[in-house]
Structure formats: C-alpha cells, structure tokens
C-alpha cells in the first residue's frame, strides 16, 4: 500500500481471531507505521465479551488520539446494545453512556451495520454510517438458494421484510403472533402489583386493572405449500421464535426453510436448537464470530460483507460521497 504523509492506516482491535480475519480482508496488509496526521481505522467486532471488547475499542482509540491521529473511525460491523436502545429511559441511558464513551475516548465516525434500532444515531456526535447487508443476503438468495431447487420462493414477513420480496420478485406470506414461553422475568418484580394496603393501616397505590396484551400463537397467512420459505431479520440471538415458525411452516407444507439474518449472535443453546428443528439453513454474516457454533451446527452458512466495509473506509478516507452504498435501499432494509 502506497501511504503518503496524508494517507490513513486500518487496526484491527484483538478480541477474537474472527476480528483479525475480517481486517485481513478487509486491507489485505499489515501496517505498522506512524499514526500522526493519519486517518485511523479500528475494526472491532463484538465477540460473546462485549464489555471486554468495548474496553478494548476504548483503550485503542484513546492511544491513538494521544499519539496525533487526525480521525479515528470505528469500524464496528455488530454495534452492541444496539437492541436494547428503543425508546425506552434504560436503552437511552445505555445509548448515551456508550456514545460519549466512545466520543470522549477519541472516535470521529463510526461505520456499522444494521442496527437493529436506527434512531440511535441521533445520540452521537460525530457521524454514523449504518451499512446494509440487504445486497449481500438477497444476492445469496439468487445464487444459491433459487438456482439450485426448482421451486417457488415465498418471503415470510414474520420480521417486516417486504423489501426483500419486492425485490425477488416473490410472493409474500405473513406470520403473526409468537410462540409462548415460560415466564422468566416473573421474579424480577416488574410484574409485581402495588399493596393495597401499607403494614401501619394506610391505603396504599390502587389502579385500575387493565387487560393484559397477548399475542396469539404463530399463524401464518398465504400460501407456503410446496414452496421455499425465507425469514429475513437483522439479528438471530436466542432462536426459540424462528423454530416455532419453521415448526408451523413444516405443517402448512413448505419445501425448505431458510432464516436470514445480518448480525447471527446465536447465544446459548441456539446451534442445537437449529440443528433439531425443522430449519433447513441458517444464513448470517461475518460482522459477529461464530465460528464455535458452525462447529456444532452445519446449517449455519456465512455470507462475507468485507467488500462494501472496505469500500467505506475507502470513501471515506478520501472525502468521496457514502450515497453509492445505499443505491436501491428500501426504508425497512
């Protein structure tokens, strides 16, 4: 790589050896120069110790903001607690505490991809560049899924996909509701009634009782028989919903299932649970490691989204517009 006085250097952040992987083929070279007056590229991705990681990003960042970086980017492929950030007080707070760690520590720009709540971007500030993996997923659904069965598609909207279908030229399903489980957060009080009445005899809080909201179990309108069934969401963590969908996906007759999804987490007991059910593959893509569970579970593939994270960093290192990446994406991708 041929570096001028203003060129800029990529580092790969150390947590897992997925992250290093990703770096390599994101650069293609190991850079070890000066940083001064350079723009700075850190490439961390989010391994099962998130706040191990997040140090890490944190510690980089400062070092190369005392030694006179001019920008230092965060390359953060998985943004973590990205699902906890709804507008919620708790999701703000986390939301908040982690931008301006990461603003007070030396970060000017961050690159990522799909968050799972977009609106976080407004608590930052210095820029977000929110990459989509939609081009990536739906490319594999060309390639490999449509060209080697000769049977009709369908996209499930269990997750609000509809952009995918629109662009597959497919037909759309709809799943609704959700399977039940048990209740584990019972104890934790958040469901807990106040006292009528306080020990000294006084009348404590009474409200008026409410209906509680339930969602029926999983149903699925339209016509899935006979046909390859693809779920499309941006992140798979614990996969009880998705086997409970391929479960009634199986008896309405589809061919295959696929479930797609951007950030594949696959916490806990989730390999097995893939590899029992009636899922047929699970596709994700290399922002999260999850070599371990490959190893457990064969139907878990891997789409690389190196290319359009290299060509971000090539953008903007050179001043040039991030329009070009988003050509063609729908509002829901």
């Known amino acids: 790589m041929n570096v001028s006085r203003s060129g800029y250097r990529v580092f790969s952040a150390n947590s897992t050896t997925a992250c290093t992987e990703l770096a390599k083929k994101i650069t293609e070279v190991d850079v070890k120069e000066s940083v001064r007056g350079q723009d700075i590229f850190i490439i961390q991705t989010i391994p099962r110790d998130v706040n191990t990681a997040i140090m890490e990003l944190l510690v980089m960042a400062y070092a190369l903001k005392t030694s006179c970086a001019k920008n230092i980017i965060g390359v953060i492929p998985y943004f973590p607690y990205s699902k906890q950030c709804k507008m919620r007080k708790r999701g703000s707070i986390v939301c908040k505490l982690l931008s301006s760690m990461l603003a007070k520590a030396g970060l000017t720009h961050i690159i990522t991809m799909d968050l799972h709540q977009k609106e976080i971007q407004g608590f930052f500030s210095f820029p977000v560049d929110n990459l989509r993996a939609s081009p990536f997923l739906i490319q594999y659904i060309q390639e490999e899924v449509?060209?080697?069965?000769?049977?009709?598609?369908?996209?499930?909207?269990?997750?609000?996909?509809?952009?995918?279908?629109?662009?597959l030229r497919l037909g759309l399903a709809v799943m609704h509701g959700e399977a039940h489980h048990s209740e584990s957060d019972m104890a934790d009080g958040r469901h807990s009634p106040p006292l009528s009445r306080t020990t000294t005899g006084h009348t404590g809080l009474e409200l008026p009782l409410m209906m509680a909201k339930e969602k029926p179990p999983i149903t699925v309108v339209g016509d899935v028989g006979g046909r390859i069934a693809i779920i499309v969401d941006d992140i798979i963590d614990d996969?009880?919903?998705?086997?409970a969908a391929a479960d009634i996906l199986k008896e309405r007759g589809a061919y295959k299932i696929y479930i797609m999804a951007t950030h594949g987490l696959l916490s806990a007991e989730a390999p097995r649970l893939i590899e029992e059910s009636a899922i047929d593959e699970v596709v994700v893509t290399n922002t999260v490691p999850h070599e371990v569970q490959k190893l457990q579970c064969p139907k878990i593939k891997t789409v690389d989204v190196s290319m359009i994270l290299a060509e971000a960093i090539r953008r903007i290192h050179n001043g040039e517009s991030m329009a070009y990446l988003f050509r063609n994406i729908a509002v829901d991708d």
């Open 146 to 167: 449509r060209l080697h069965y000769n049977v009709h598609s369908v996209m499930l909207s269990l997750f609000l996909k509809q952009s995918y279908a629109e662009r």
């Open 239 to 243: 996969v009880e919903d998705f086997v």
